[in-house]
Antibody, heavy 120, light 109 residues
Framework: EVQLVESGGGLVEPAMSLRLSCVASGFTFDDFSMHWVRQAPGKGLEWVSSVNWNSDTVTYADSVKGRFTVSRDNAKNSLYLHLTGLRPEDTAFYYC?????????????WGRGTLLTVSS | EIVLTQSPDTLSLSPGQRATLSCRASQTINNKFLAWYQKKPGQAPRLLIYDVSTRAAGVPDRFSGFGSGADFALSISGLEPEDFAVYYCQQYGGSPPYTFGQGTKLEIK
């Protein structure tokens, strides 16, 4: 069974940094590109970042470019999102999601998310 | 960036009725890379439909997707109590950002 489990959220003050993690199981992790998607309270889903299987290609939403860094450790079946310069508008549930493949690049499995609250 | 606009924002229906949710793109979506997700509070988003009209594994056949170009829709026939949730469309083709619609809340009337 495919499982994605996020962790690392919590309450942080503006301008601080944090690292979110997503541990994958039930599939060969390094066969898949991975994404981060977030949902602010009462808002819709927003794509945040993606990384391909070997970390050669990483992409970011304009709203987080220069502040967030995505990475992965295939030996640990883990995906990470390093967040710096946090702002109150970064408050959201953060989900990791798996991309099916290059020919059908939809997001087929998602985790349940981890909540990040940025507030003083 | 492709902007997706969903309508209506909220749809109030009774169990057993049919729901039709709309998703309009700001430009043509190539390669049929349009998906629908179901989201319930505290749960992971669930993939329902990909490539405009293909049901994901385990999705009941009362869910169907259709459309082309820039106009798409999700239809749910014979609404069950568990279908009341928020639904999002997403385009996932080409270069990022892989944008989502703002969501349609399907609520019990």
């Amino acid at each position: 069974e495919v499982q994605l489990v996020e962790s690392g959220g919590g309450l942080v003050e503006p301008a601080m940094s944090l690292r979110l993690s997503c541990v994958a199981s039930g599939f060969t992790f390094d066969d898949f590109s991975m994404h981060w998607v977030r949902q602010a309270p009462g808002k819709g889903l927003e794509w945040v970042s993606s990384v391909n299987w070997n970390s050669d290609t990483v992409t970011y939403a304009d709203s987080v470019k220069g502040r967030f860094t995505v990475s992965r450790d295939n030996a640990k079946n883990s995906l990470y999102l390093h967040l710096t310069g946090l702002r109150p508008e970064d408050t959201a549930f953060y989900y990791c999601a798996r991309r099916r493949n290059d020919w059908d690049p939809y997001f087929d499995y998602w985790g349940r998310g981890t909540l990040l609250t940025v507030s003083s | 960036e492709i902007v997706l606009t969903q309508s209506p924002d909220t749809l109030s229906l009774s169990p057993g009725q049919r729901a039709t949710l709309s998703c309009r793109a700001s430009q043509t979506i190539n390669n049929k890379f349009l998906a629908w997700y179901q989201k319930k509070p505290g749960q992971a988003p669930r993939l329902l439909i990909y490539d405009v009209s293909t049901r994901a594994a385990g999705v009941p056949d009362r869910f169907s997707g259709f459309g082309s170009g820039a106009d798409f829709a999700l239809s749910i026939s014979g609404l069950e109590p568990e279908d009341f949730a928020v639904y999002y469309c997403q385009q996932y083709g080409g270069s990022p950002p892989y944008t989502f619609g703002q969501g349609t809340k399907l609520e019990i009337k």
